[in-house]
């Protein structure tokens, strides 16, 4: 099994930042240029639980290619998105076990992890040797298989809306495409960054909660 954890607890905004770094000097941490401070208790609650079920755990730091950012309604409209993903494996014997010492742990972490953004926003690329993962025709393969399954009631049916040569039907159908495509695209647009997240850091909405 495994099991995914974000420490930072929320998606990374300037604002939300800003009010990070605030609590980094109140704790005497030294400031991130690229993250948000981890929320320590999550992790180490996490890996006591976990103790003697996983045997590492993998820092995983992902970047997109030419700075772009990747969004759901680009990848609707079809759009490539190039990325260098930088994976380390660390055995679970490594980290501390002392609740104090594994969230100091977790800090180091994610300050290497600004470091090596800054060594990949410099050189263009992770330090390291790159493995380029070969294509995987099963892939394509399954998606193909349920993409026909399920969307086969829906081309059966328009194909028998354009058999029937009723105009009226037609115009129905192309009307029920044009607003589902509509709802679609207004769905993707509020999980946008700026649109969603917590109340990260946010006294004021805590207040209102």
Same mark, same amino acid.
């Given at each position: 099994?495994?099991?995914?954890?974000?420490?930072?607890?929320?998606?990374?905004?300037?604002?939300?930042?800003?009010? +990070?770094?605030?609590?980094?000097?109140?704790?005497?941490?030294?400031?991130?240029?690229?993250?948000?401070?981890?929320?320590?208790?999550?992790?180490?609650?996490?890996?006591?639980?976990?103790?003697?079920?996983?045997?590492?755990?993998?820092?995983?730091?992902?970047?997109?290619?030419?700075?772009?950012?990747?969004?759901?309604?680009?990848?609707?409209?079809?759009?490539? !998105?190039?990325?260098?993903?930088?994976?380390?494996?660390?055995?679970?014997?490594?980290?501390?076990?002392?609740?104090?010492?594994?969230?100091?742990? $977790?800090?180091?972490? !994610?300050?290497?992890?600004?470091?090596?953004?800054?060594?990949?926003?410099?050189?263009?690329?992770?330090?390291?040797?790159?493995?380029?993962?070969?294509?995987?025709?099963?892939?394509?393969?399954?998606?193909?298989?349920?993409?026909?399954? $399920?969307?086969?009631?829906?081309?059966?049916?328009?194909?028998?809306?354009?058999?029937?040569?009723?105009?009226?039907?037609?115009?129905?159908?192309?009307?029920?495409?044009?607003?589902?495509?509509?709802?679609?695209?207004?769905?993707?647009?509020?999980?946008?960054?700026?649109?969603?997240?917590? +109340? !990260?850091?946010?006294?004021?909405?805590?207040?209102?909660?």
């Amino acid at each position: 099994m495994w099991f995914l954890l974000y420490c930072e607890g929320t998606r990374f905004t300037e604002k939300k930042h800003q009010i +990070s770094m605030q609590v980094a000097e109140s704790k005497g941490l030294p400031k991130l240029k690229y993250h948000l401070l981890p929320r320590t208790k999550g992790f180490t609650t996490t890996l006591q639980c976990l103790k003697g079920t996983v045997s590492a755990v993998y820092d995983v730091t992902l970047n997109f290619k030419d700075n772009q950012t990747p969004t759901l309604l680009g990848i609707v409209h079809g759009k490539k !998105y190039k990325a260098d993903m930088c994976v380390r494996r660390i055995p679970v014997e490594e980290i501390p076990e002392d609740e104090q010492e594994c969230a100091s742990w $977790l800090h180091k972490l !994610y300050q290497e992890k600004d470091a090596l953004q800054e060594n990949y926003n410099k050189e263009g690329k992770f330090p390291g040797p790159t493995i380029i993962p070969p294509r995987r025709p099963w892939t394509l393969l399954n998606f193909l298989f349920w993409a026909t399954l $399920l969307l086969s009631p829906l081309i059966n049916f328009a194909c028998g809306v354009v058999v029937s040569g009723s105009p009226l039907l037609i115009i129905g159908f192309i009307l029920f495409l044009i607003i589902a495509s509509i709802a679609i695209r207004r769905l993707i647009g509020v999980t946008e960054v700026k649109k969603t997240g917590s +109340s !990260y850091g946010d006294q004021e909405a805590k207040k209102q909660n």
